[in-house]
């Protein structure tokens, strides 16, 4: 028989980070762009006094363990109180994506059953179309003072700012247990209603503390972030708990992503790390090339949500002198799961190698466990070339979604819908989604692949492909171009550039140019909304 051994059981807790940051790291700065007016800045001791006035204004409010408590917010230092606050009090926070669809936004409010409602000044106009239908909500309370408060007719809205005034800033957090939720967060769904994960408090501690090390975010107390990614999306990718456990100075952008206000923000702050998808950083990118900018602090930007094409990274890398961190993850997988960094064997290849490891999603976390299977569920070779359905599971994946009778595992593994390679080393690369995959003639092409040679070329800003029907070769791709601002570049010379490129099964069959592509709620492509307009067969 094995023996216990004879060590504390402390519960991983939230509320036992926020303490943890306030104690030790009280001065440590928080800047947020707020909704209105100028910078907002503060310490972490401020912050934690706040959460806990916070906490008590909830229980005020009647709420009780257990209860859910929404938000429609942008980053910002009121959201990282509420953060704190609610699931500090064993309550759960439901960050809500205020781009879902208004009909999805009241079904994942009834869902989780949020009895208040944060919300910033912005979605006020929201706010006026889903409170009728949201009963449960006995609370609409805008983050902001009451002067930025809008009056919303038919609603009765609080402000934070007096909600929270008199209230004392000291607060027993409770001693809860580790595996208690603690905050939920619905999948985007491209189809059918949005699917919620909830996390428990002791998945987003180990997460966040996963976050920290060196071959991941890198945090410390010599570090400032920055998260784009939004708190809606995956609690920003933990972040907001991660900066707290190492100290780090933590800047908030607020509703302006726009690569004019974001490299305003980062050289003002002095911001050294960011977070976000690679759509951001195309914007940014370019914001700087058509200003001729240079970062002065930025050494490392996080990226992921989709693939980060490899023109992208070399553009960050050797232009500007920013590394880049490529991570895979999903809403079921609380955040980060795997991440590339480069070795020290690694630094001393040639750039364009560096730059192809840093393409490929990297390897799983300490607490993370990857494998790929077939059709059948057998596990597939780790070689580099066998492709099969990603399977992960580890300390902080789902185990079944938010009141879902069901586990949703295989086998005790978490199937993710991603089609990846792994190599012998465990560097693991996402080929595609299962259902973006271009079946053709028997074999698959990588959407991803294609996408990632053709934002390559020199004139185009994005670029996305979908598999089209075709009556011989059953799917075949069809690429669309957004060009770069006064670039005029044609089709043949974009197939003539990818014909160099990728095996000649490969090259699409068509080109569109669009002015822009369907980007949804947390950054990414919209793939489903160029099926249904062009999806039709190719003759
Ligand atoms: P979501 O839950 O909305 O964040 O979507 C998760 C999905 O985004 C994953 O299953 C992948 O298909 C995709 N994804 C996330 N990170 C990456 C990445 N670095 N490269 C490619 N796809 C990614």
Redesign the pocket.
Known sequence: MSTPGLMMNRPLLISGILEHGAAQFGEQEIVSRETHGPLHRYTYADAAKRSRQLAHALAQLGLKAGSAVGSIAWNNHRHLEAYYAVSGSGMVMHTCNPRLHPQQLIYVINHAEDEVMLFDATFAPLVKGIAAHCPKVRAWVCLADAANTPAIEGVSVLNYEDLIATHSSDFDWPQLDENTGAALCY??GTTGNPKGVLYSHRAIVLNATAGCMPDVLNLSTQETILPVVPMFH?NAWCIPYAALVAGTKLVFPGPKLDGNSLYELMEAEQVTISAGVPTIWMGLIQHLEQNNLRFNHMKCTAV?????PMALIAKFVDKYGVEVR??????ETTAVATMSSLSRADRQKPAADQHAIVAK?GKAVSGIEIKIVDETGATLPRDGSAQGELMVRGQWIMERYFKAEQSALVDGWFP???IATIDALGTMQ?RD?TKDVIKTGGEWISS?DLENAAVGHPAVAMAAVIGVKHPKWDERPLLFIVRKPGQNVEKDEILGFLTERVAKWWVPDDVVFLESLPVGG?GKVQKNDLRKEYGGVFS
């Open positions: 999948t985007s995956i992921g949500g989709s693939a980060m490529h991570g895979w993850g999903m809403t999603q993710t819908g991603d996402i989604r991803i947390t």
